[in-house]
């Protein structure tokens, strides 16, 4: 049976391979089965001050790196969060049902604000926008990276919750799907902390347009240990480890074989090895986001893509304001 599949990125910076590997390859590999809607979440974007020309820039590369990895617009429906209203509206339906308390213990909050006292409300109530994206349009399954598992609790929990108060089949409470392999990819010059698009250091990433030069000096400089043995071990080798999955997931090649492989040789040969894997993988993605680009094809994607987000999210708001019998109709 076809689910509504919903999953959205901010655009705060290039797409990177953490991205890639633990969410959108997810995104392509559930459109043909199933009703997909991608959102470029510039919203969530705001929760923490942007430069807007620098905004709009990032909005158009995210939908731009949606289609160069292989998102389809005949199959999928990609759009602008902000361009569909209801979010912002259930948004604020949502808040009035969600505790401060749920949204204190948000480790992604805690990480962000640094429990600074001029941390944004926007930032406190990111989780509860992330809710109203997801309940917006009925969805079933949310691919993700690992990251974001205490997002979709809280997401189910509001939806339990309002099920409870104002009957059963108001909202469809929506599942998070993870990826074994790839769904947490750590930063490279940091293993402790995850890949992000937002880290000050450019080496603790690899986007997925980096040119060749840039691929070579992240992972010949990746963090790794002293000890000297390629081997999967995450919690005593975290840098070693990471390399080996980024590897792994790219080649299709278990983190076995690849120890298999490597035994006895040190961690120059496997980061050389890493630098060509990634190089190749990456080349038809920046090809085909060339492509995209130069056919100018997007802003008429975008505009369908909201049309048609847009009537499914009505029919949610139609519905949840007629149980909560809010407005004059
Ligand atoms: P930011 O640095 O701005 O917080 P981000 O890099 O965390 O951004 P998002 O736009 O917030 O990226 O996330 C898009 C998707 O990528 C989400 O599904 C998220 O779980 C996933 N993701 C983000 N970072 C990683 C990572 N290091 N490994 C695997 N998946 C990730
Ligand atoms: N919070 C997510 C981005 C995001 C999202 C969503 C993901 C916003 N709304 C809805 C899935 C579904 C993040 O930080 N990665």
Same mark, same amino acid.
């Given at each position: 049976?076809r689910?509504?599949?919903?999953?959205?990125v901010?655009?705060t910076?290039?797409?990177?391979?953490?991205?890639?590997?633990?969410?959108?390859?997810?995104?392509?590999?559930?459109?043909? #089965?199933?009703?997909?809607?991608?959102?470029? @979440?510039d919203?969530?974007?705001?929760?923490?001050?942007?430069?807007p020309r620098?905004?709009?820039?990032?909005?158009?590369?995210?939908?731009?790196?949606y289609?160069?990895?292989?998102?389809?617009?005949?199959? $999928?429906?990609?759009f602008?969060?902000?361009?569909?209203?209801?979010?912002?509206?259930?948004?604020?339906?949502?808040?009035?049902n969600?505790?401060?308390? %749920?949204?204190s213990?948000?480790?992604?909050?805690?990480?962000?604000?640094?429990?600074?006292?001029?941390?944004?409300?926007?930032?406190?109530?990111?989780?509860?926008?992330?809710?109203?994206?997801?309940?917006?349009?009925?969805?079933?399954?949310?691919?993700?990276?690992?990251?974001?598992?205490?997002?979709?609790?809280?997401?189910? +929990?509001? !939806?339990?919750?309002?099920?409870?108060?104002y009957?059963? +089949?108001?909202?469809?409470?929506?599942e998070?799907?993870?990826?074994k392999?790839? !769904?947490?990819?750590? !930063?490279?010059?940091?293993?402790?902390?995850?890949?992000?698009?937002?880290? #000050?250091?450019?080496?603790?990433?690899?986007?997925?347009?980096?040119?060749?030069?840039?691929?070579?000096?992240?992972?010949m400089?990746?963090?790794? +240990?002293?000890?000297g043995?390629?081997r999967? +071990?995450?919690?005593?080798?975290?840098?070693?480890?990471?390399?080996l999955?980024?590897?792994?997931?790219?080649?299709?090649?278990?983190?076995?074989?690849?120890?298999?492989?490597?035994?006895?040789?040190?961690?120059?040969?496997?980061k050389?090895?890493? @630098? #060509?894997?990634?190089i190749? $993988?990456?080349?038809?993605?920046r090809?085909?986001?060339a492509?995209?680009?130069?056919?100018? %094809?997007?802003p008429?994607?975008?505009a369908?893509?909201? #049309?048609?987000?847009?009537?499914? !999210?009505?029919?949610?708001?139609?519905?949840?304001?007629?149980?909560f019998?809010?407005? $004059?109709?």
């Amino acid at each position: 049976m076809r689910k509504r599949v919903f999953s959205g990125v901010q655009p705060t910076g290039n797409i990177h391979i953490g991205n890639y590997l633990g969410a959108l390859r997810q995104f392509v590999q559930l459109q043909d #089965e199933n009703d997909c809607i991608y959102c470029i @979440v510039d919203l969530h974007a705001i929760t923490t001050p942007k430069d807007p020309r620098e905004l709009r820039e990032h909005i158009l590369n995210v939908a731009a790196l949606y289609m160069a990895v292989g998102i389809d617009p005949a199959k $999928s429906t990609v759009f602008v969060q902000s361009d569909v209203p209801g979010h912002a509206e259930l948004s604020w339906i949502l808040m009035c049902n969600s505790y401060t308390g %749920e949204l204190s213990r948000m480790t992604q909050f805690k990480d962000k604000s640094r429990a600074s006292e001029s941390a944004g409300t926007g930032l406190f109530a990111y989780p509860v926008l992330m809710a109203a994206d997801i309940l917006l349009y009925d969805s079933d399954i949310v691919p993700v990276g690992n990251d974001q598992k205490q997002h979709i609790e809280l997401t189910r +929990d509001i !939806a339990i919750r309002v099920n409870n108060k104002y009957g059963e +089949d108001t909202f469809v409470v929506p599942e998070g799907r993870f990826l074994k392999e790839g !769904a947490r990819i750590m !930063a490279l010059d940091d293993p402790s902390a995850k890949m992000s698009k937002s880290a #000050e250091n450019e080496l603790s990433r690899i986007s997925l347009l980096d040119d060749e030069a840039k691929i070579k000096k992240a992972i010949m400089r990746a963090t790794t +240990d002293s000890d000297g043995e390629i081997r999967f +071990d995450p919690e005593n080798k975290p840098g070693v480890s990471n390399l080996l999955t980024i590897y792994g997931v790219f080649t299709g090649t278990s983190v076995a074989e690849l120890e298999k492989n490597y035994a006895g040789q040190g961690y120059g040969a496997l980061k050389k090895d890493l @630098v #060509e894997v990634t190089i190749e $993988s990456l080349r038809p993605i920046r090809e085909k986001y060339a492509e995209i680009c130069a056919s100018g %094809e997007l802003p008429r994607i975008l505009a369908d893509g909201a #049309e048609q987000a847009g009537a499914k !999210a009505e029919q949610v708001i139609r519905r949840v304001k007629e149980r909560f019998g809010l407005g $004059s109709r």
